[in-house]
């Protein structure tokens, strides 16, 4: 399998000479693949938690005499925090920890705990456009209009999502083999390792419906009613989604929008591939590179950056909103084919004064109306992580 360089890989050996580093992501996105390059890089040594051997050296805390050292999936341990907790304070001066997991990583950004300041999460996600084309992220575009560099490689991508391993063979076969083993790895072993869910049979059930939601505002009581168990528990499970990088959640921007819906929210894969339908697939393509910019940009100080989307009670929508700084920067709006600016996107770009893009399948298309340009992906999307 073809091993891609990954745009992080400088950002996090320069980190590293500094703090603790985290590294969080989902299962099989190639974070170890990335945490082994960067220790060879360093003449450090990599432990896997899962490894027999490495996870007797890990817990005897051999390790913590080296200056270089990955301890990799790492959240898998039930008592990890306080294991860093007390080697950051004893060691911290001489070693050089970074640490990846598939879940968890973030919970000390959340809790005020004694480790905060002292590391940098990241989060590696699936390639992009942008990351298949250049390991340079780029900085912050000054100018949405003005990104129109043509690449190659958007229909591959479309169809086998952007996790390394079935986009570098690009085979349906070996897309729907990888898929399946992904989904009763995330089932059988993650969920039973964090969770205490034991409805497992009801839980791939929820997940196999999920696909056919993407991009609709969200109803947790009418999945509910489709498995037979109550709101709540709908509502947990899909949080468990989300603590696995199996989705992630974009809700409604409301300020300065008279009527706005302020409560249901929407979601996406971070493996599009599993969408079928296509509008939604490419809805779901964009919004990953969205969200994965959004997220790079602010885990390297470039500025805080969110994602969300613009619904009115009188139904008028647009895909995606990106604020910076809290104050809204630019909108997105996802379509196949459609060359001529969506109403609704003209309506809200004068509403709020700021940019719409409306970035289109469909090759060969770069034309601004105003405050508004449709563009073809393959001449947009380059300019994102």
């Given at each position: ?38 220790m060879?890089k360093?003449?450090?040594i ?7 051997h490495?996870?007797?050296?890990i ?6 005499h ?7 999936e790492f959240?898998?341990f039930e008592?990890w925090?306080n294991h860093i ?5 004893k060691y ?6 970074l ?16 480790l ?5 999460l ?12 250049t390991d340079?992220?780029?900085t ?7 990104l129109?560099?043509?690449i ?7 169809k ?14 070996e897309h729907l083999?990888w898929?399946?083993m992904?989904?009763?790895l995330?089932?059988r ?19 196999l419906?999920?696909?056919?939601k ?5 109803s947790y009581?009418?999945l509910?009613e489709?498995?037979q ?13 989300e603590k696995?990088?199996?989705l992630?959640k ?8 008279t ?9 996406y894969f ?8 296509e509008s ?12 994965k ?6 885990d ?10 613009l ?7 647009v ?5 910076k ?5 630019f909108?997105?709006?996802?379509k196949?084919?459609?060359t001529s ?6 309506h ?19 034309k601004?109306?105003?405050n ?10 380059l300019?994102f992580?």
């Amino acid at each position: 399998m073809f091993v891609y360089p990954r745009n992080l890989f400088a950002h996090i050996l320069k980190d590293l000479n500094r703090k603790f580093v985290f590294l969080a992501g989902p299962r099989q996105v190639g974070k170890t693949t990335l945490a082994e390059n960067i220790m060879k890089k360093l003449n450090g040594i990599h432990l896997l938690y899962e490894d027999e051997h490495d996870r007797a050296k890990i817990l005897k805390k051999e390790y913590v005499h080296k200056s270089w050292v990955c301890l990799d999936e790492f959240h898998k341990f039930e008592r990890w925090k306080n294991h860093i907790k007390g080697v950051y304070d004893k060691y911290h001066k001489t070693l050089h920890l970074l640490l990846t997991g598939s879940a968890r990583l973030d919970i000390f950004q959340k809790s005020g705990d004694s480790l905060m300041g002292r590391y940098y999460l990241y989060h590696l996600y699936p390639l992009s456009c942008g990351e298949l084309h250049t390991d340079v992220i780029p900085t912050l575009p000054q100018d949405m209009h003005s990104l129109t560099s043509k690449i190659k490689g958007i229909p591959e991508l479309l169809k086998f999502g952007g996790f390394p391993e079935p986009f570098s063979l690009q085979s349906e076969k070996e897309h729907l083999r990888w898929s399946n083993m992904r989904r009763n790895l995330i089932i059988r072993e993650d969920l039973r390792e964090l969770t205490h869910i034991q409805l497992i049979g009801l839980v791939e059930q929820l997940m196999l419906l999920l696909p056919s939601k993407i991009g609709s505002l969200f109803s947790y009581r009418s999945l509910a009613e489709d498995i037979q168990v109550g709101v709540p528990t709908i509502q947990n499970w899909i949080q468990v989604f989300e603590k696995l990088y199996l989705l992630f959640k974009i809700s409604p921007y409301s300020k300065r929008i008279t009527r706005a819906i302020q409560r249901q929210p929407k979601y996406y894969f971070y493996d599009w591939s599993q969408v079928e339908d296509e509008s939604s697939k490419f809805e779901n393509f964009i919004a990953s590179h969205l969200w994965k910019a959004v997220q790079v940009w602010t885990d390297l100080g470039e500025a805080n950056l969110s994602l969300h989307f613009l619904r009115d009670r009188e139904k008028r929508e647009v895909d995606f909103l990106i604020t910076k700084n809290e104050k809204p920067w630019f909108m997105v709006e996802a379509k196949l084919a459609e060359t001529s600016p969506s109403e609704n996107l003209l309506h809200f770009s004068r509403l709020l004064n700021i940019p719409g893009i409306q970035v289109i399948l469909k090759e060969g298309i770069c034309k601004r109306h105003g405050n508004i340009s449709v563009i073809s992906a393959d001449q947009w999307l380059l300019h994102f992580p």
